[in-house]
């Protein structure tokens, strides 16, 4: 599902949540609460610096999924379903620039990026997240880059060869690249940003098939693999694979903290770093050797970085910022979508997936019973959840595949609110009404009102819950990856492939004490064969089969309840052309092709 916003049905949406939001002061009050509803966050309001590895929202850690899902062209070789001579190339190559830029009538200019999300550094081979890979992208190129419709497309490599049994990608580069330090870029350099992300990303599954990667001459490079991998190539993304240079980081030093990963960056993309403030600013200047001809089209971009997300909605509607996508609670969004200076969309992140969960600690006594877990989930109403507390701009999701993916398999068990059901399984489980006391954590500040909310929603059914207030995101991250805790709101992305962003979530052997891994515990060994099944399956039938059968056995199980999944907007000047609206990763996708019409 996509939602595309005019401006007449941003107003009448608009008049429906002022009816909402008027019904939820009226239950909130009779309910004796303090949340006047108007606190709920989208995804893009996590904290900034979580100090841990394996992130997703923040950096230091997911809006709907996209179209296809599965990382790769719908004829599903490899190549792209509009590559009519078969040379691995889109004949309607997204990358090319002699065009762009308006013909090259409107090259130069600042774009003005607002941001809530502090970057620990610009490395995307080790670090994973939203913060990271936005001015990421904009200075490391990476093999491939993704349409609107997951079609892989020519960016650093300029074609590619999938072997017909699956167990190898040969890479074509690009002749002409060259580092911002003015080396070129081989396919020695390939291998060694593969080799780095296979030992230091938090994403292990990504490229865990690849046993070596050769490189026969300075443009060619053949990944091997120990079996087929369908997300292969959507793991060659922007935000997934950046090419970072061998000559500079292959001296020693350990990956995550060389001092190169901020200090004198060295990149691969259409953008050199020019001025790093840590928390304040992120200054991105033209590279004028970028191997993609016209390109890039502006001067300067520059990433703003405040805590505030209003002020960037004021920046936004007084002109003075023309981009974000950090826009802070939904009264937020809705503001900005009646606002005519000011365009706001959810195209552009479809692979990113978001789905907010209240996630359990399966080593808690009461919460290792399946019933007890069950019982929670009856007591939990999805849908007053998203259109009223949340405002319409979220939308309720069973599993933990997001609803839009080929792979989402609605015909599992929702748990349709049931309180006598709830109160039964309770009793099943040896609970009296109050008998059963709980905590509850969430990722702060941004998912208060879902805590609360689910306060309220288990009180109905008998269990007391307390809330867990963590002073901020590392706090809470170090306990949630540590197992100090009972339950908590959690939000996790799909990343564009089951394999990347959701097997991570359930593997037994994926409880490594890093949030955004396996942090309940949970642990089936039939669960784990599926996805190891649907993880080599290159079929997308066949694959989709095995993906619903673990969709409903981790439904019947419960180790996570599944609230919601929120579109990723973006709100932008509309002088902004060329807006990262027309591909799967948005703004985790080099700017190299946006113009300023001033």
């Not at 997300?231 to 060389?258: E, R, V, Y």
């Amino acid at each position: 599902m996509r939602i595309t916003t005019t401006r007449s049905a941003q107003r009448r949406l608009g008049r429906m949540l002022i009816a909402l939001l008027a019904v939820f002061a009226l239950i909130a009050a009779a309910c004796g609460s303090d949340d006047d509803g108007d606190g709920a966050a989208p995804a893009t309001t996590a904290a900034a610096d979580s100090g841990g590895d394996g992130d997703d929202m923040a950096d230091d850690d997911d809006g709907m999924a996209g179209d296809d899902g599965d990382g790769m062209a719908d004829d599903d070789d490899g190549h792209d379903q509009d590559d009519d001579d078969g040379d691995g190339m889109a004949d309607d190559d997204m990358a090319a620039g002699p065009d762009a830029c308006n013909g090259g009538a409107n090259v130069g200019g600042t774009l003005i990026i607002g941001s809530t999300q502090v970057p620990r550094h610009l490395n995307g081979t080790v670090q994973s997240g939203y913060a990271t890979a936005v001015p990421g992208t904009q200075l490391n190129a990476s093999p491939l880059l993704y349409d609107d419709e997951y079609n892989p497309m020519p960016y650093l490599a300029e074609s590619w060869d999938v072997a017909d049994d699956g167990l190898s990608v040969t890479l074509h580069l690009v002749e002409d690249a060259v580092f911002h330090d003015g080396m070129p870029i081989t396919s020695a350099d390939v291998a060694f940003s593969i080799q780095t992300v296979q030992a230091n990303h938090p994403f292990k599954p990504m490229y865990a098939p690849v046993t070596s990667v050769d490189t026969p001459d300075e443009h060619t490079a053949v990944i091997n693999l120990s079996q087929p991998h369908p997300a292969i190539l959507l793991a060659m993304s922007p935000g997934l694979l950046p090419i970072i240079p061998k000559h500079i980081f292959d001296d020693g030093q350990d990956m995550p903290t060389h001092p190169r990963n901020t200090e004198n960056f060295v990149g691969s993309g259409p953008f050199r770093l020019a001025e790093y403030e840590p928390g304040t600013i992120i200054r991105m200047e033209r590279f004028d050797d970028f191997f993609i001809e016209g390109t890039p089209c502006l001067d300067e971009i520059v990433m703003e970085i405040t805590p505030d997300s209003t002020a960037i909605v004021l920046s936004l509607e007084n002109g003075t910022t023309h981009l974000s996508s950090t826009l802070g609670p939904a009264a937020n969004v809705l503001r900005l979508m009646d606002n005519p200076d000011v365009e706001v969309t959810s195209q552009g992140h479809e692979a990113i997936g978001q789905i907010n969960w209240l996630e359990f600690n399966l080593a808690d006594p009461a919460l290792s019973d399946v019933r007890v877990r069950q019982a929670i989930g009856y007591a939990i109403d999805r849908q007053f959840l998203s259109e009223v507390i949340e405002q319409g701009l979220t939308f309720p999701v069973p599993t933990g595949i997001a609803a839009a993916s080929p792979f989402h398999n609605a015909d599992v068990n929702h748990y349709d609110k049931d309180i006598d059901r709830a109160k039964q399984l309770l009793a099943e489980a040896g609970y009296g009404e109050g008998e059963l006391e709980l905590t509850i954590d969430y990722i702060p500040p941004a998912f208060v009102v879902h805590a609360e909310y689910v306060v309220q929603a288990l009180e109905e059914a008998g269990i007391n819950v307390e809330l867990s207030v963590s002073p901020d995101f590392p706090t809470w991250a170090q306990r949630v990856s540590g197992g100090d805790y009972q339950m908590t709101i959690n939000q996790v992305w799909n990343w564009g492939d089951p394999v990347i962003g959701v097997h991570r979530t359930y593997l037994c052997d994926n409880r490594v004490g890093v949030i955004w891994t396996n942090n309940t515990g949970y642990c089936n060994p039939d669960v784990d064969a599926l996805l190891a099944a649907a993880g080599q399956e290159l079929d997308p039938v066949a694959r989709a089969g095995l993906y619903a059968e673990f969709q409903e056995i981790v439904a019947d199980e419960v180790p996570i309840f599944f609230l919601n999944t929120p579109s990723f907007w973006q709100a932008y000047n509309p002088s902004v052309m060329n807006p990262p609206t027309n591909n799967i990763w948005g703004q985790m996708s080099p700017m190299h092709q946006v113009w300023l019409d001033e």
